[in-house]
C-alpha cells in the first residue's frame, strides 16, 4: 500500500497516511491532530516503484 500526502488547512500540518490506490481515489485521509477530513487537501508525492522482474 503506497503513502500518500496531505496538508489540513485547519490544523496547518502536513500528514502522510497510507491507503489503497482505490481509496486514495475516493475520499481525503482523516486529519491525525483534528480527526476530520474537512479542509483536508491531497499533496502531489513522489512515488517509487519496484518489480519482481530483471531489466
Known sequence: MPNYEFFCTR?????????????????VAECPICHRTKG??????????MTSKKS
Open 11 to 27: 490544523c496547518k500540518q502536513p500528514f502522510t497516511s497510507q491507503m489503497h490506490v482505490k481509496e486514495h481515489d475516493e475520499r
Open 40 to 49: 483536508v487537501e491531497k499533496r502531489i508525492s513522489h512515488v517509487n516503484v
